[in-house]
């Protein structure tokens, strides 16, 4: 039996899978042998891309599964998409437009504030879902192998069904009210972008912190609704600069979703210039978040069958 | 080294078990102890994962499994067999990729499809139809795949007429046969198999192992933990024995199975006691036991038996009152606690019943012929009967033995047969003319 090298050992070891002919097998052409090598792992581990992609039909049908069973045997099936922003923005119109005389940023306040929650909206549901995805997955962790990472990225992409749909009424709104949309209307595929990859990365940092710490997941409730208030969507991002000048208006950008938000606006309604400032600083934060989050759970991950 | 698909090296895993708190006993300890928890809390929480290094042992760790090294070849149905608790499930999560080893290597060669639970990701939902996707997918199958093999699916769970109606309405074991039917048709070169067939009715835990079969005899390589011995006997050749964390024997499956079982035994279920202190030998003053066995014609006492094996059971007892006969009878029970039959030395005639026995020790032999008790556990209360009154010594469940349903059987049925006793008789068939004209 020859023995195999060591550098081959080594490169296999850092990625289990499909293997180069070892050495020994006969020369007769047969199917390659998918090999994997399971040791203990430790340290710091980056994404496994080509695991990911092998699995993307899996990660299909956990999307599929997530948007097929949210409006099973309801009545207004997806009517459901459209109902909370929209409710959410008669109240806010009443509330704060109305009662609390806030600034709309020169458009009437009904669309302002839905221009807001459609991402908004997916941001927060997004959030939400992602932070107990593991632990409600806790079964299927716990007697299948697949890439962890999926379970907390089917909700980011399942709500983007709802967000569709959302965005849909958007425009119906837009039309109602007579606002046609700026050309920064081709930016909005990048502001969506950011928006996914914000949060991407805080449902891994949230998912992999709630099945060590079970209190992550009720923190995160009402972690959202203060988020809520911190991002502009009941108030204009001008208020801010008025009140506490250009600098702070800079610093906030570092919350992602006062540049999606605005951004939003500025690309669908015209209300203030597209905001890019904000822009490029939320897109640090996304990137941080998502690097470090993803370091995280691919370090914790292993520890996620035992603890669950 | 491309014949091996499964090698083990070293392989232990350790976990943190919960500690029994410290009670405070004072007021203040307590309201201090409810103060410091969320400190105390976290630093839990984060050492459930989190081991130190240095080798110190804290009395809330245990080993899951401890070094355990193993090779299977390509092609070869192994067993593991053990205790509750004795790593075994551990042992599969580690090869399934579910937990990470705590220090050791597994190298495996194939793709791997492992069946820890039956209808895992099944959500009630949704359709069966439906279902069968998301657990395919689940269990690593692709769309195409499932798309192939998707009428056999349906056909082999027979909920065809259901197919399209919510899980959630089908009964327990429509569901259990459609997540099974699922499962059957995975096409790993490895199958790592946990205990699965232990849910749903006789009949389709004999469909299961049937399909099992036909994946073993497809010379898939198949790792099967499970309780049933009859089960591991029919499709394993080899097993393992998996004792507290650590392979205690390996070897061919009949031989390693028969350790297992006779490890658990009480000291009424061994196949030979003996007593060699008459003083403190079962019995009264007018008889001792001094020893009971059970072995094959020709071969020892802890021998395996088959079904086949003609069998003796033998008695040694002192007498101690010369003069009236005294003869053994054996009450043969199985291991619900029917009993097979009755056989006395007593029913034949015998020598020592006309003339005067003396004083002293004797042995009696019972002769059973093979091909008549079924397989299973049997045990043996023993008479000793004096003159043809009543019982003048009874011992209760004296000794067991366990038959064993060799794989000799010619056609293949995996269970086993139904019947207290399983005796071959003799069949005639012959033409005996054309029929109704």
């Known amino acids: 039996m020859t023995p195999e090298s060591t550098v081959s050992e080594s490169i296999l070891a850092e990625s289990p899978g499909l293997a180069l002919p070892q050495p020994g097998q006969d020369a007769t052409p047969e199917q390659p042998v998918h090999r994997t090598v399971i040791q203990a792992r430790s340290g710091w581990q980056l994404i496994d891309w080509r695991e990911l992609q092998e699995y993307r039909d899996l990660f299909y049908f956990l999307v599929w599964r997530d948007v097929k069973v949210r409006y099973k045997q309801t009545i207004l099936g997806f009517g459901w998409a459209i109902i909370q922003p929209f409710f959410s923005m008669i109240v806010f119109s009443v509330v704060f437009g109305n009662l609390a005389q806030i600034p709309s940023d020169g458009v009437p306040y009904p669309i302002f504030s839905y221009a807001a929650l459609v991402p908004w909206t997916y941001f927060s549901q997004a959030m939400s879902d992602s932070t107990g995805s593991l632990i409600g997955s806790a079964r299927m962790i716990t007697k299948v192998y697949f890439p962890r990472l999926i379970i907390p990225m089917t909700p980011v992409l399942a709500k983007l069904v709802d967000f569709v749909v959302a965005l849909g009424i958007l425009g119906l709104l837009m039309a109602w009210f007579r606002l046609p949309p700026t050309w920064d209307i081709l930016f909005l595929p990048l502001l969506v972008l950011l928006m996914v990859l914000t949060a991407a990365g805080i449902g891994m940092w949230l998912s992999a912190l709630a099945i060590q710490y079970r209190d992550v997941r009720y923190a995160v409730r009402f972690l959202v609704t203060l988020l809520m208030y911190a991002a502009p969507v009941v108030w204009p991002v001008s208020l801010l600069a008025e009140r506490f000048g250009p600098i702070a208006r800079l610093l906030y950008g570092l919350y992602p979703m006062a540049g999606v938000i605005e951004g939003f606006r500025a690309s669908l309604l015209g209300t203030v210039p597209m905001p890019w400032d904000l822009i490029g600083m939320g897109a640090i934060t996304a990137v941080t978040l998502f690097l470090t989050g993803a370091l995280y759970f691919r370090r914790m991950e292993r520890t996620f069958a035992d603890v669950a | ?437």
Not at chain 2, 9 to 34: C, D, F
Not at chain 2, 145 to 173: A, L, M, N, Q
Not at chain 2, 366 to 387: A, Q, V, W, Y
């Open chain 2, 1 to 437: 080294m491309s014949d091996i698909a499964i090698q083990v090296e070293n392989l232990s895993k350790r976990y943190r078990i919960g500690r029994q708190e410290e009670r405070p006993e004072t007021l203040v300890g307590a309201a201090l102890g409810w103060l410091k928890a969320p400190v105390d809390n976290f630093r839990q929480l984060r050492q459930l994962s989190r081991f130190q290094e240095n080798g110190q042992e804290s009395d809330d760790i245990i080993w899951a499994l401890k070094d355990v090294s193993f090779q299977v070849k390509r092609g070869e149905v192994v067993g593991i067999i053990g205790r509750n608790g004795a790593g075994k499930s551990t042992l599969l999560k580690i090869l399934s990729r579910i937990t990470e080893p705590t220090s050791g290597r597994v190298v495996l060669n194939g793709r791997v499809s492992s069946l820890l639970e039956v209808g895992t990701g099944f959500h009630p939902d949704l359709t069966g139809r439906e279902n069968v996707y998301l657990n395919g997918a689940i269990l690593g199958m692709t769309k195409r795949e499932i798309d192939r093999k998707f009428d056999e699916i349906v056909d082999f769970s027979g909920v065809e007429r259901f197919i399209d109606t919510p899980v959630k309405r089908y009964s327990s074991g429509m569901q259990v046969r459609l997540a099974f039917a699922v499962a059957a048709h995975l096409e790993p070169e490895i199958l790592l198999v946990d205990e699965v067939l232990a849910v749903g009715d006789a009949a389709f835990q004999k469909k299961c192992l049937g399909k099992m079969g036909e994946v073993a005899r497809e010379g898939r390589t198949v790792l099967f933990v499970s309780h049933n011995m009859v089960a591991v006997q029919t499709l394993c050749q080899r097993a393992f024995w998996l004792e507290s964390g650590q392979i205690k024997a390996e070897g061919a499956v009949s031989s390693t199975v028969t350790s297992y079982m006779r490890s658990g035994l009480a000291e009424n279920e061994t196949p030979e006691r003996i007593w060699s202190d008459m003083s403190t030998a079962p019995g009264n003053h007018t008889v001792r036991l001094r020893r009971i066995a059970v072995r094959p014609e020709d071969g020892n006492p802890g021998d395996v038996i088959t079904m086949q094996t003609p069998l003796c059971v033998e008695v040694e007892y002192w007498n101690l009152l010369p003069g009236e006969h005294l003869h053994t009878t054996l009450h043969v029970y199985n291991d619900q606690g029917i009993i097979a039959f009755t056989t006395g030395a007593g029913i034949k005639p015998d020598p020592l019943l006309h003339t005067q026995p003396p004083a002293g020790l004797f042995r009696s032999v019972c002769h059973i012929p093979g091909n008549l008790l079924n397989s299973g556990f049997h045990r043996i209360t023993l008479l000793l009967i004096r003159g043809n009154k009543a019982a003048s010594y009874r011992l209760d469940e004296a000794i067991g033995f366990e038959v064993i349903d060799n794989n000799e059987r010619k056609f293949a049925w995996y269970g086993r047969e139904p019947g207290v006793l399983q005796p071959v008789l003799n069949w005639t068939t012959e033409y005996i003319g054309k029929g109704v004209e």
